[in-house]
């Protein structure tokens, strides 16, 4: 499987911008530059794994960028987790 970067790129923008943080304040945060920031977001840099955690961390974009990364659309992931999340704590309830 082949990395889509230009994709990641847009998301990773979608997700800074959604948080209201300007590339400045995310490379003060990443302890990089605006200059690397922008090119992660235009994808001509890859983005390694503790980056892309702590981006996702930073704009609080855990679930939907998870979700993203395993192909999953995030109205999907949403109805797969609210019918599977309530069995799986039943479950341990009753197992207790």
Known sequence: MVADFAKVGKMLKKFRIDANITQEEMAERLD????????????????????????????????AGTAMMFG??????????????????????RWI
């Open 32 to 63: 990089s530059t605006q200059s690397a920031i922008s090119k992660l977001e235009s994808g001509r840099k890859t983005i390694d794994i503790f980056t892309f955690a702590s981006w996702l961390k930073i704009t609080e974009s855990e679930f």
């Open 72 to 93: 999953m659309e995030i109205a999907n992931a949403i109805t797969h987790l609210s019918q599977t999340v309530p069995m799986f704590i039943g479950g341990m309830f």
